[in-house]
């Protein structure tokens, strides 16, 4: 079945740093891919999506660059802050059945020390 | 901006009894979904509803777990004989029509079993 595979943590950055945090998947067809985040004591907020090979998607300084070739969808940032402390979930849906569910990786606890 | 939004926020009971978890999905969206996460593990998917049916549903989704569209607007999760095992933070999600992907999840419900 469908699974995603992220890098394990907790990151632990300085302010200001460069930020990547690696997600590959395992997929039939050809599935959208997201990036959510958790921030503490909250729920899952879409951070962004790419829905088709060598898109990108970006928001809020993140970005990620779905690699059909690679199957991955790393997301980055050039300069974390301490705001960006939280944990990132890659996500993907398929597309052959709409609606069909998301398949979470494990997540990833990102820490930004001042 | 409109928002999936759930009810209680926390709730306890104990072992056996019944419990609804609540969610009211965003107006116009037509998929709705239960996902939920044990403390510290990843998001797994339960079960997904459209057109006032199950679409589909994991292993997890037992005999113990139904889903209801009372009305036009909530969207409940119904556990009948809760287990220490159900202790976990719940979400709900929906997400619009054809041709767009990502889901909206609300905050969570934290339900703790005793």
């Known amino acids: 079945g469908d699974s995603v595979t992220q890098m394990e943590g907790p990151v632990t950055l300085s302010e200001e740093a460069f930020l990547t945090i690696n997600c590959t998947y395992t997929a039939t067809g050809y599935p959208s891919l997201f990036w959510y985040v958790q921030y503490p004591g909250e729920g899952l907020q879409l951070l962004l999506k790419?829905?088709?090979?060598?898109d990108k998607g970006s928001n809020k300084g993140f970005e990620a660059t779905y690699r059909k070739e690679t199957t991955s969808f790393h997301l980055e940032k050039g300069s974390v802050q301490v705001s960006d402390s939280a944990v990132y979930f890659c996500?993907?849906?398929?597309?052959?059945?709409?609606?069909?569910?998301?398949?979470f990786g494990p997540g990833t606890r990102l820490s930004v020390l001042p | 901006e409109p928002e999936v939004t759930q009810t209680p926020s926390h709730q306890v009971t104990q072992m056996g009894q019944e419990v609804i978890l609540r969610c009211v999905p965003i107006?116009?969206?037509?998929?709705f979904y239960w996902y939920r996460q044990i403390l510290g593990q990843k998001v797994e998917f339960l079960v997904s509803?459209?057109?006032?049916?199950?679409?589909?549903k994991s292993e997890i989704f037992d005999d113990q777990f139904s889903v209801e569209r009372p009305d036009g607007s909530n969207f409940t999760l119904k556990i009948r004989s809760t287990k220490l095992e159900d202790s976990a933070m719940y979400f709900c999600?929906?997400?619009?029509?054809?041709?767009?992907?990502?889901?909206?999840f609300g905050p969570g419900t934290r339900l703790t079993v005793t």
């Open positions: 790419a829905t088709k090979a060598d």
């Open positions: 996500a993907l849906s398929g597309k052959e059945n709409y609606g069909q569910n998301f398949v």
């Open positions: 509803f459209y057109n006032n049916e199950i679409s589909e």
């Open positions: 107006s116009n969206h037509l998929y």
């Open positions: 999600a929906s997400s619009p029509a054809v041709g767009v992907y990502e889901q909206y």
